[in-house]
């Protein structure tokens, strides 16, 4: 799934002329119905909860004069025409008239753009076989787009309001959006995908008209499309009687879900586009490693990052971009589609007409072999570890989870239906027993549940570091680094590198005298096991890593991302062979 902003100048330009023609080119001056119907595309229909509020049902034809004043006018009623003839025949003034058909404060991004598309199996299905199963795959289509849609209106959209923005509510009437339905890809290959327009408008409770916070739209568009991936998949397998297997797209990445026993060379039919944009993304990766300036030296990175080779990648896109053809009507795609996948994508003509037999035989295995059960515990450990490795730093917030947690459930279920809710109970698990909550909120946003920050509970042998020592210049000679040695479930930071290699004996710098009292200075959170005994004297760096005898131990009743700093007075050196047992 994809996601882009409409704004009012856009609007006009791309959206008018080419998203609602089915990505063609439509004639100027061509009335918007009569050019959907030249195209062979149906025309576009309304969705979301908040139509009731102006005036509009769902599943209500798009006119071009509702898009215009909803998306283009930067955000006004879709019959705002009407309410302002209305407002001048009644006698009141032109400026009275067109703020009666404005909604809140005129906007500059006037909506969201968001691209479904199924999994490459599902419309292969829906382009080689017959009608009905067709019809089947754009119910499921549909009905996974309102799912998301519903989950949108319900837990992520908010509208802001008041000074910067300080009040956050949901939109209690939901919604309004518009979708158009597309069949072909640029590159004339079959692409089943609906474009949802969304409009940022929404009601408030004072029915007031307010603006939906795009931001949380866009930190929330993965989560929607695992929802939608997870969605399609489930309603066609029901539908059909099919099953969904795991497909490596990328090595070392996650595998995508896609429906069994669909030859996989019939993807590799579909992937054109993709091949070209691989083939241009190495060439580009290869001018990223070996560019130099003038004086000979590497301009970036010798490697390329994930975020220079997502940077990379979408300007791959935009120079294999291949002109948008002339649209044409979808029975004769489809019969051109078939007779392209019989010629070159070198499958048998039996299996391409036995498509959708093949895949229920081999979901009839898998049903058998693979049981639908889902271990709440264990899928919450999984998630956690997937979400702790690929994120960096190992900070996440509960999106996150969400996202993997459906991707888990598709996995495990293989296209079988699960419970209503059942993702947020997994996702709850991983927090209460795999988490740890280590946000420190300075906003009111912060303070959200959405926007705390999670780590792993568990332990690493090097984890990762924001942080770099300080310099030599500036080390304080009482101050004692101190990294206590955690219990199992908490996480742990490396040694100090600082305080290897310093030219002195550990043993000439630590005392081995014996205290009856606990240690004056305590770590945070930390409570030591073995018996106290003096504190460390010495005048430079050091680790209780390396400074605690191995037979001590430590435990963490909280947990923290930094190390710890104590500063203790200076005592008289002690001589050497002697070592102190630290207690912090």
Known sequence: MDIALITAGQMYRYYLRQVVVGDG???ARTPLAKAQEE??????RWMGRGLAALGLAAGD???????????????????????????????KSPKDAWKAGA?????????????????????????????????????????????????????VAVIRF????????????????????????????????????????????????????????????????????????????????????????????????????VPHE??????????????????????????????????????????????????????????????????????????SAILTSGVAVDVINSLLERARATAAAIRARVAAVVDVALAAVDVTAMVFVMNKDGFFHRRHLLAEARCHLALVLRGRRREPGLDEEVVDAAIAAHCLDISEPKTLRGRMPAYRFYTARWSLADPPTRRRPPAAAHRTPNLIRASPRPAPGTRTR??????????????????????SSPPPFSAPGCVPRAAPAAPCTTTSWCTSRESTPPNTTWSAASSTTSDVMLILPSQPKVGAGQVAQTGH
């Open 25 to 27: 080119r439509r004639p």
């Open 39 to 44: 195209a062979g595309v149906p025309a576009g």
């Open 103 to 155: 909604l809140g404060r005129r906007v500059k991004v006037t909506g969201v753009d968001f691209v479904f598309r199924p999994q490459p199996t599902i419309y292969l299905l829906w382009v080689l076989g017959d009608d009905q199963t067709r019809r089947v795959i754009e119910a499921a289509h549909e009905r996974a787009i309102e799912r998301v849609l519903k989950w949108i209106e319900d837990e």
């Open 494 to 515: 490396p040694a100090s590198p600082w305080s290897r290699g310093s030219g002195t004996s550990r043993a000439s710098r630590c005392s081995t005298t014996a205290r």
């Open 162 to 261: 008041g000074k910067d923005g300080v009040y956050q509510v949901r939109p209690p009437g939901g919604l309004v959006a518009a979708r158009f339905r597309h069949y072909e890809a640029r590159s004339g290959m079959p692409l089943l995908h609906d474009h949802l327009m969304l409009s940022v408008k929404g009601q408030r409770l004072d029915g007031k008209w307010g603006s939906v916070h795009s931001e949380v739209l866009f930190e929330n568009t993965v989560a929607a499309s695992a929802l939608y991936n997870e969605i399609v998949m489930m309603e066609v397998c029901e539908a059909l009687g099919l099953a969904s297997e795991p497909r490596t797209v990328t090595a070392g990445r996650r595998p995508v879900m896609e429906i069994a026993g």
């Open 61 to 91: 034809v798009v006119t071009e004069a509702q898009l215009r004043n909803l998306f283009k006018e930067k955000g006004r009623h879709p019959h705002a025409d009407l309410i302002e003839a209305d407002q001048l025949a009644a006698g």
């Open 266 to 339: 019939l993807i590799r039919w579909t992937s054109r586009r993709g091949d070209q944009i691989a083939a241009c993304l190495a060439e580009l990766e290869h001018k990223y490693v070996t560019a130099v300036d003038d004086d000979g030296n590497l301009k970036f990175a010798p490697e390329v990052s994930e975020q220079a080779r997502a940077k990379l990648n979408r300007i791959a896109a935009k120079m294999t971009r291949p002109p948008k053809q002339q649209t044409r009507p979808l029975a004769q795609l489809r019969a051109w589609w078939r007779t």
